[in-house]
C-alpha cells in the first residue's frame, strides 16, 4: 500500500490513500495547524494563543473544548462547551493548580486531586477528591520501588542494572521473580523475559529465535508451546501444548489471508486496498462481507445469506443508527459531550438517560417513563440506585473502590472485609452470619467456611487448576487436566470416576462414565455439534445453516424436526417428525405475536413498551391480560371469566400477597426474614378461615423448623455437608445416613421401620431393602439399568416376581413382561413425534 503526500512548503497540505481519499491540513501564518478536513468533507478546527499554546479545538459536530493559561504557559483551565444558533452550554472539565512540587487538579464536579512531585517530577504521593493518599518512591534508577496504596499496603520492586524488573513483593511479603536476558549477550534485545517464577515456586520459562520473537513458552508444569514466524516477523505456525498446530498465510502487505486449524479447516479473510477486512470466509465456505464509509466505519454486514445490517454515523464517528436485516432501525441522539441522550426502537419507544459532569450516567428513563436514578461519589463509585418507585439500594467502599458494604432496599445491609491484595476475606449478612474466604499466595481460593463454621476447601496444580475438592465432612472429589487445560478426568468422593476426551480444537469428543459406557460428539469444520451418539449408541444427527443455525435435527430411528428463522433469526417455523408445522410470527422487535398451530390455530401475544406481555389470545378467543408495576413486576392477571389475581411485592421484589378473585377469593399473605427467606404464609379462604405455615433456618439456608396452621412442628437437623440427617415430628423421629458421595444409604421411621440403598458407579439405585422394627425383611427389591440409565429389570424377592422393560432407540417405553403368575406382556408404540 501507498499514500500520496502533498507539501505546501515544508509542510504536508494532504494525504491520498489508494482509494483516492483525501485527508486536507491547513495552517495558519505561524505554522499551526489550524484545520482538518477529512475524507467525508467534516472539519476540525484550531485557534491558538499567541506562539503555540493551543486555545480552542472544534470537532465536526462543532463540540469544543477550550484552553487557558498561566503566564509560565502552564495549563490553567480546559472547558468545554457548544456554540450554535441555539445553545451555548459551556463547563469547566478542569481547573488546575500550581504550588512547590505540587499540582492541585479540580475536575468538572468540583472535586479536587493533589500530587506531590519530588525533585525529578516523579509524583510521590497523589491524594484523590476522597483524602484517600498512594504514595510511590523511585529507586536512583528513576524505577519505582515501591507502591503504597490508599489503604496503607505496600508492593516493592526490585530492578536489575539495565532497569528490567527482577523482583516483586506483595503486601503479604509474596514475591515474584522475573529473569532476563543480559545485554551483554544480545546488545540489540536487552528486555527479553527468560522467565517468572510465582510466589510458590512455580516457573515459566520464555525461548526467543535470533530476532527476539518469542518462539517457546514452557508453563509450570513442563508443557511446551511453540511460535514460528516468517522473514518479516508474522507469525506462521502455533504448536500448542498438546502438539497440535495452527496455521497463518499472509499477503505482501502482512495481512493474515488464512488460517488452518489442526484439523485442516480453512479460514479465509479478504482486504480491501488500505487494509480493512472485506470478507470473512469460514471453513463451510460461507463468507461475511463488510463494507465501510470514506471514514473507515463499518456501513454494512451482508451474511452468508445475504441479510444485510447497516449502520450509520454523526460525523464525529458516534453511531445514530443501526437497521437490521429486516429492516428495523433502532437509532441513537448523541448529546452535545458525546453522550446517548436517547435510544428510539423500531416501535418508536423511547429511552432517555440524564449524566453528570464527569459523564456518570445519573438517570434512565424507560419507554414507561419508569425512572431509575444513580449518585456517585467524588471517585465516580455508584453509592445509590433508587428505583422507579423510590426504593433506594446503598453502597460504601473502601479507599480503593472494594465495596464494603451493600444496604438493600430493605434496608438490610451485608458487609465485606479484604485482604491487603484486595481478596473478598469476609462477608457478613444482615443476620450476623459471617462466610470466611482464605487464598492461596497466588490467589487461588483454597478454603471457604460457612456461616455454620464448616469448611471446604480447595487444592491446585501448578498451573493453578483446581484438582482437589474436600467438603466438610472430609469427601474428596478430585480432578485431571490434559495439557491444554481441559479436563480428562474427574473422581468422586466414592472413587467413582469419569473421564472425557477432546479433539485437536479442545473440543469435547467423548465421555465416559464410572461403568465404561461412553457417549460421543462429532463437530462440522466451524464448531457446530453435528452429532451426538448416546451411551447405548443411537446416534442424533444435526444440520446447520450457513448462519450456523440449526435446521434440522435427525433422531436415532430416522424422524427429521425441521426449522426455519427469518433474516435476524428469530424461528419462524418448526416442523416435527410427522411432517405437523408450527409457524411464529414477530413484531418490529423480535416478539412473538402469532403462533399459527398445524390445525390452523392461532394464538395471539401483545407487549407494552418495555416488552412485557399484556395479553395472551388463545385460538378460542379467549384472553388473558396482564398489568405490571413501574418496575415491570405483574401485579395483575385477568381471566376470560371475569377472575382475576393481583400480586403485591415489597421493596426486594419478594411476593407479599396473592388475591384471587373469584372462586374462594382466597389471599395469601408471605412475610420474610432480613435474608429474604418466607419465613410464614398465611392462606385467608374468603374470611371463613385461614391457615398459616411458619419456617425457620439455620445460617446457611436450610429450613429448620416448620410449623403447621394446627400448632404442630416439625424439626430438621443437617450434617456438615448440609444433608438432611434427623427429622423430629409429632410421631417420632426419622433418621438419615449417607455415604462419602452424599447417596443416602439408610433411612430409619420412627415405627422401627428402616430402609438401605445399594447403588452403582452412576449413582443409580440398585438395591432396596426394607426391614421392620424386629429386622425381618419386608421389601427386597433389585434393579438394572442400561448405558444411559434407562431401568431394565426390576426384581421384587419378597414375592418373586420380576418384570423386564424394553426401550426403543428413542429411550421410549415399548415393552413390559412381568415374570408372575400368571405372566403378562404390555407393548407400547409411537408416532415420530412421540404420541
Known amino acids: 500500500m501507498s499514500l500520496i503526500l502533498n507539501y505546501t512548503g515544508n509542510r504536508v497540505s494532504s494525504v491520498v490513500d489508494p482509494l483516492g481519499r483525501q485527508i486536507s491540513y491547513e ?37 469544543m473544548l477550550n484552553f487557558s493559561y498561566y503566564d509560565d504557559g502552564k495549563i490553567k483551565d480546559i472547558w468545554k462547551s457548544l456554540y450554535n444558533s441555539s445553545t451555548f452550554y459551556p463547563f469547566r472539565l478542569y481547573h488546575v493548580e500550581y504550588g512547590d512540587n505540587i499540582t492541585y487538579a479540580t475536575d ?112 509450570a ?21 498438546r502438539g497440535f498446530e495452527t496455521l497463518y498465510s499472509y499477503d505482501a502487505h502482512g ?31 460461507h463468507t461475511t462481507t463488510n463494507e465501510y464509509d470514506r471514514s473507515d466505519r463499518l456501513i454494512k454486514v451482508i451474511d452468508a445469506l445475504g441479510n444485510e445490517t447497516r449502520y450509520k454515523y454523526n460525523a464525529e464517528g458516534e453511531l445514530i443508527s443501526e437497521v437490521d436485516a429486516n429492516g428495523h432501525e433502532t437509532s441513537y441522539i448523541i448529546n452535545i459531550l458525546g453522550e446517548v441522550d436517547t435510544i428510539t426502537d423500531a416501535s418508536d419507544n423511547e429511552t432517555f438517560f440524564k449524566y453528570d459532569r464527569k459523564g456518570n450516567q445519573i438517570r434512565e428513563t424507560d419507554a414507561r417513563n419508569s425512572k431509575t436514578n444513580s449518585v456517585y461519589d467524588a471517585l465516580g463509585r455508584v453509592i445509590s440506585v433508587t428505583d422507579a418507585l423510590g426504593n433506594t439500594e446503598r453502597y460504601t467502599y473502601d479507599a480503593l473502590g472494594n465495596r464494603l458494604s451493600m444496604t438493600d432496599r430493605n434496608n438490610h445491609t451485608t458487609d465485606y472485609e479484604y485482604d491487603a491484595l484486595n481478596r473478598l476475606i469476609r462477608k457478613t449478612d444482615p443476620l450476623s452470619g459471617v462466610t470466611r474466604y482464605e487464598y492461596d499466595a497466588l490467589g487461588n481460593l483454597v478454603n471457604v467456611t460457612d456461616t455454620n463454621n464448616h469448611s471446604t476447601t480447595y487444592e491446585y496444580d501448578a498451573l493453578s487448576r ?72 443411537h446416534t442424533i444427527q444435526y444440520a446447520y445453516d450457513a448462519l450456523n443455525r440449526l435446521v434440522t435435527t435427525t433422531d436415532a430411528l430416522g424422524g427429521v424436526t425441521a426449522y426455519e428463522y427469518d433474516a435476524v433469526g428469530n424461528g419462524i417455523s418448526e416442523t416435527d417428525a410427522n411432517n405437523h408445522t408450527t409457524r411464529y410470527e414477530y413484531d418490529e422487535l423480535d416478539r412473538i405475536t402469532k403462533i399459527i398451530t398445524p390445525r ?20 378460542n378467543g379467549n384472553t388473558i391480560s396482564y398489568e405490571y408495576d413501574a418496575l415491570n413486576r405483574r401485579i395483575r392477571t385477568s381471566y376470560p371469566d371475569g377472575s382475576d389475581a393481583v400480586w403485591e411485592y415489597d421493596a426486594m421484589g419478594n411476593l407479599l400477597r396473592v ?21 410464614s404464609s398465611t392462606v385467608d379462604y374468603g374470611g371463613v378461615f385461614t391457615k398459616t405455615v411458619s419456617y425457620t433456618y439455620n445460617g446457611v439456608g436450610n429450613r429448620t423448623t416448620m410449623t403447621y396452621p394446627d400448632g404442630e412442628n416439625i424439626a430438621y437437623e443437617y450434617d456438615a455437608a448440609n444433608q438432611l440427617v434427623r427429622v423430629t415430628a409429632w410421631d417420632g423421629v426419622a433418621t438419615y445416613e449417607y455415604d462419602d458421595g452424599g447417596r443416602r444409604t439408610r433411612m430409619d421411621y420412627p415405627n422401627g421401620v428402616y430402609l438401605t440403598y445399594e447403588y452403582d458407579a452412576n449413582n443409580r439405585a440398585v438395591g432396596l431393602v426394607a426391614r421392620d422394627a424386629s ?51 404390555q407393548q407400547y408404540t409411537y408416532d415420530a413425534v412421540g404420541n
Not at 488464512?258 to 465456505?285: F, I, M
Not at 401483545?606 to 385460538?619: F, H, K, P, S, W
Not at 388475591?659 to 419465613?679: A, C, K, S
Open 255 to 285: 495481512f493474515m489471508t488464512c488460517s488452518t486449524d489442526a484439523l485442516g479447516d480453512v479460514t479465509g479473510y479478504g482486504y480491501d486496498l488500505v487494509g480493512r477486512l472485506v470478507n470473512t470466509t469460514d471453513a463451510n465456505r
Open 27 to 63: 495552517y495558519d501564518g505561524e505554522g499551526n495547524l489550524v484545520n482538518v478536513t477529512d475524507a467525508m468533507a467534516n472539519s476540525s478546527l484550531y485557534s491558538y494563543f499567541d506562539g503555540r499554546k493551543l486555545k480552542e479545538v472544534v470537532d465536526r459536530e462543532g463540540r
Open 221 to 241: 508444569a513442563g508443557n511446551s508451546s511453540y511460535n514460528y514466524y516468517d522473514e518479516f516477523g508474522n507469525l506462521i505456525r502455533y504448536a500448542d501444548f
Open 466 to 537: 483446581r484438582v482437589k475438592e474436600i467438603d466438610a465432612l472430609g469427601n474428596e472429589t478430585t480432578y485431571a487436566y490434559d495439557a491444554n487445560g481441559n479436563r480428562v478426568s474427574e473422581t468422586d468422593e466414592n472413587g467413582n470416576g469419569s473421564s472425557y476426551t477432546y479433539d485437536a480444537l479442545n473440543r469435547l469428543a467423548s465421555t465416559t462414565d464410572a461403568l465404561g459406557n461412553t457417549e460421543t460428539y462429532t463437530y462440522d469444520a466451524v464448531g457446530n455439534r453435528i452429532s451426538f451418539a448416546d451411551k447405548n449408541g
Open 108 to 219: 468538572a464536579r468540583e472535586y479536587r486531586s493533589l500530587i506531590k512531585l519530588n525533585e525529578f517530577d516523579n509524583p510521590t504521593a497523589i491524594t484523590d477528591p476522597m483524602g484517600n493518599v498512594t504514595r510511590r518512591t523511585w529507586d536512583d534508577g528513576m524505577n519505582m520501588a515501591s507502591l503504597t496504596d490508599a489503604n496503607g499496603h505496600t508492593t516493592a520492586y526490585d530492578y536489575d542494572e539495565y532497569g528490567n524488573l527482577i523482583k516483586e513483593t506483595n503486601p503479604l511479603g509474596n514475591v515474584t521473580d522475573y529473569e532476563w536476558r543480559n545485554i551483554d549477550s544480545n546488545p540489540e534485545y536487552i528486555s527479553l523475559l527468560l522467565s517468572t517464577t510465582d510466589a510458590l515456586g512455580h516457573t515459566t520459562s520464555y525461548g526467543y529465535d535470533e530476532k527476539g520473537n518469542l518462539n517457546r513458552t514452557t508453563n
Open 775 to 825: 429386622n425381618a425383611i419386608i421389601v427386597n427389591r433389585s434393579y438394572e439399568y442400561d448405558a444411559v440409565g434407562n431401568k431394565l429389570k426390576e426384581t421384587r424377592d419378597e414375592d418373586g416376581s420380576r418384570r423386564e422393560i424394553e426401550y426403543d432407540a428413542l429411550n421410549r417405553l415399548v415393552q413390559v413382561t412381568y415374570h408372575s403368575s400368571p405372566a403378562e406382556v
Open 659 to 679: 388475591t384471587h378473585n373469584g372462586g374462594l377469593n382466597d389471599v395469601t399473605t408471605y412475610q420474610y426474614d432480613e435474608l429474604n427467606r418466607i419465613i
Open 600 to 619: 390452523g390455530n392461532t394464538r395471539i401475544c401483545a407487549y407494552n413498551a418495555v416488552g412485557r406481555l399484556i395479553e395472551r389470545t388463545d385460538a
